[in-house]
């Protein structure tokens, strides 16, 4: 079936660090692929999103690219801050589906 | 409302007991989604509606899972006779396309944390 595998954690940074979290999927069609995050205490938010092979998604410093050829969607950060301590999610939807197939989640916690 | 909420925040059931959770999608949102995130995963679907109408509901884990959506807007989850693998955050998220649309955001709201004693 159609899933998501996304590096595990817990992963634990210094102010500034460069964050990657992996990410690869499985799907039997062309699935759009999604980034959301979950800050303690809040609901999920999409971070990001990619509907087509080659596009890149970004948005408060984050970046993914849509690689068909290794079916990933690796999530990056040049320099992350305190505030981006939160959970993330890698997540698909195929073309003409509405259901979000979401990876476990990986927490990520940056200190000061 | 600004964003889509969900009542009760927290709830503790014994097992056996009923539990109804609500969801307050974002105003005019048309379609509307449950998903469980079961400790240390990621969610999983359990039910679609557009409107009041109930499209999928493959998720649902079992027939004690029952969803409803009466008006188009606000929706409700019950779980009959709850187990302790009940435990879990149920999420509710709208988005505001009625066709199945890839460009479209669902929001989701805090989730209602389930405790099955």
């Known amino acids: 079936g159609d899933s998501v595998t996304q590096m595990e954690g817990p992963v634990t940074l210094s102010e500034e660090a460069f964050l990657t979290i992996n990410c690869t999927y499985t799907a039997t069609g062309y699935p759009s692929l999604f980034w959301y995050v979950q800050y303690p205490g809040e609901g999920l938010q999409l971070l990001l999103k990619?509907?087509?092979?080659?596009d890149k998604g970004s948005n408060k410093g984050f970046e993914a690219t849509y690689r068909k050829e290794t079916t990933s969607f690796h999530l990056e950060k040049g320099s992350v801050q305190v505030s981006d301590s939160a959970v993330y999610f890698c997540?698909?939807?195929?073309?003409?589906?509405?259901?979000?197939?979401f990876g476990a989640g990986t927490t990520v916690t940056v200190r000061a | 409302g600004a964003g889509v909420s969900q009542s009760p925040r927290y709830k503790v059931a014994k097992r056996g007991q009923d539990v109804a959770l609500r969801c307050d999608p974002i105003s005019g949102h048309v379609s509307l989604f449950w998903y469980q995130q079961a400790l240390g995963q990621g969610p999983e679907f359990l039910t679609y509606f557009q409107n009041e109408a109930q499209l999928d509901k493959s998720g649902l884990p079992s027939d004690r899972f029952f969803a409803e959506r009466p008006e188009g807007s606000v929706s409700t989850l019950k779980i009959q006779r709850t187990q302790q693998e009940d435990s879990a955050v149920y999420l509710c998220?709208?988005?505001?396309?009625?066709?199945?649309?890839?460009?479209?955001?669902?929001?989701f709201g805090p989730g209602t944390r389930l405790l099955v004693l």
């Open positions: 997540a698909l939807t195929l073309t003409n589906d509405y259901k979000l197939s």
């Open positions: 998220a709208s988005h505001n396309r009625r066709q199945k649309g890839l460009e479209e955001t669902q929001y």
């Open positions: 990619a509907t087509k092979a080659d």
